[in-house]
């Protein structure tokens, strides 16, 4: 069978070299020139880890080719992968003028009838409107199915061959049937529906997944109100099986280039559509807020910032990543300076992506003791190994006083910390721990 994979971040590329590792014949296509030519010459222009080795394996297996949409004149696969972007607009809905244009492109390319399946995030609504406006009529028959994706990056590769659940929206038999064969060897569950509920499935996923972050961080609040501790309290309610103790880490909230986008449009989907999505509002609202926290318990701590040195440990919105899209970091960042104070930062993988976006007068540190020597306080918004594990007594022997660090993701060892004779602030986080009473 041969597939084509339109779109090539972290999704597209997972998926056609996955597919090819299985004995698909791939192209994968990319309107971005140097991503493709990079491809072609082995290298993977992105952080994923895993994803370098798949590729090479594909190659030398001779199932996987790389081109712009230019150098095709026609396509000769039998299913076409959609996996290009739907960024946010200025209104919170997400522009579909990616997946258009690819749309399009398939069906004029498709040499013989064949199956797009749609692995971009679009509202739900949007197969349904995408089939009557480009692939009904004509003489071609493609059908249409929606195959939403539910990897994470950073373990995208992993999360290929080992998915929670596999599920696939369409109205055509033969196109469902033709999806499910490309997993197949993939042991999931899978959920056959209609394109609009394989639509709304994702964002419903995602939309779920933030809401308990935003929820767990509004107990952390309260927490720090009534003078409980988080961590024993997301454990403790985590333990009972029909809550879970994933997503219950509380902190600066999320990020990245999904979660923030994806509520963002759900959101708007519903007012679009008549109905006020209250509860999503308030996820939303919350997150935003969660990361303003840090500068608010600084300045709560030191007075006036200005001149204050801080160094902020961690850009990309979560560890194993170099993605800074979204991430708190950057506002907290942002925020620093607009108070006044001398910041420094650092991180293991994403201080060239930070570069760009982030205003000049930040020094980028090339290491944690440079970021952090001579500073007054730390923020920690990004939870690296490389943090948790640092030698914290070190960090004080650098620091000038107050020596404040403040934990923005409840990842370090309260007691350790505060053993280094430095002063520890998290989110929620109780700082005489009592350790002991509880074992
Ligand atoms: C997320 C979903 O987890 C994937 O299933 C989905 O496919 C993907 O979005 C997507 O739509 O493409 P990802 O954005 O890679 O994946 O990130 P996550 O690992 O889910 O983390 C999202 C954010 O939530 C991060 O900023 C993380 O720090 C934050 N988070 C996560 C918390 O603040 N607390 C938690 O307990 C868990």
């Known amino acids: 069978m041969e597939v084509a994979v339109l779109g090539l971040g972290y999704v597209g590329a997972v998926a056609a070299a996955a597919l090819a590792i299985t004995g698909k014949k791939v192209i994968g296509i990319d309107v971005d020139y140097h991503k493709v030519t990079a491809f072609q010459a082995g290298r993977v222009p992105f952080y994923e880890p895993g994803l370098a080795e798949l590729v090479e394996q594909a190659k030398r297996a001779g199932n996987l080719f790389f081109a712009t949409p230019k150098e095709i004149e026609a396509l000769d696969a039998q299913v076409a992968f959609i996996c290009v972007g739907t960024p946010s607009q200025p209104n919170g809905a997400a522009d579909l003028s990616q997946v258009r244009a690819a749309v399009q492109w398939v069906r004029d390319k498709f040499r013989d009838p064949g199956v797009l399946v749609m692995k971009s995030t679009v509202p739900p609504g949007t197969g349904r409107r995408l089939v009557a406006q480009y692939l009904s009529g004509g003489d071609k028959r493609i059908s249409y199915v929606s195959n939403p994706e539910f990897l994470r990056e950073g373990q995208a590769v992993h999360d290929w061959f080992y998915p929670d659940r596999i599920v696939i929206g369409g109205e055509d038999p033969k196109g469902i049937e033709m999806a499910r064969s490309l997993f197949t060897g993939i042991e999931a569950p899978v959920v056959i529906t209609d394109i609009t509920s394989a639509e709304l499935i994702k964002y419903a996923a995602n939309a779920f997944l933030a809401t308990k972050i935003s929820f767990i961080n509004e107990i952390a609040n309260l927490c720090e109100k009534l003078g409980a501790d988080i961590a024993d309290v997301a454990r403790a309610i985590g333990l009972d099986p029909r809550i879970g103790p994933s997503f219950l880490q509380a902190g600066i909230g999320y990020g990245g280039s999904c979660f923030p986008k994806d509520v963002r449009a759900l959101d708007f989907l519903a007012t679009a559509n008549g109905h006020s999505f209250e509860l999503l509002r308030a996820v939303i609202n919350v997150n935003n807020r969660q990361r303003l926290l840090p500068v608010q318990k600084l300045k709560e701590r030191l007075g006036d910032l200005a001149g204050k040195r801080i160094a902020v440990l961690g850009l990309a919105f979560k560890p194993g990543t170099d993605d800074v899209r979204e991430a708190p970091a950057i506002d907290i960042v ?26 000049a007068q930040v020094t980028l540190a090339p290491s944690v003791l440079a970021a952090i020597a001579g500073s007054n306080a730390v923020v920690v918004a990004t939870e690296w190994p490389e943090f948790i594990h640092f030698d914290w007594e070190e960090a004080s022997r650098c620091m000038q006083p107050p020596r404040l660090v403040v934990d923005g993701r409840n990842c370090l060892d309260v007691a350790a910390i505060a053993g280094c004779s430095l002063e520890y602030i998290g989110i929620g986080r109780r700082v005489r721990v009592m350790k002991e009473l509880t074992r």
């Open 334 to 359: 942002r925020l620093l300076l607009d108070e006044g104070a001398e910041v420094r930062v650092c991180d293991p993988l994403a201080l060239e992506n930070a570069r760009s976006v982030l205003p």
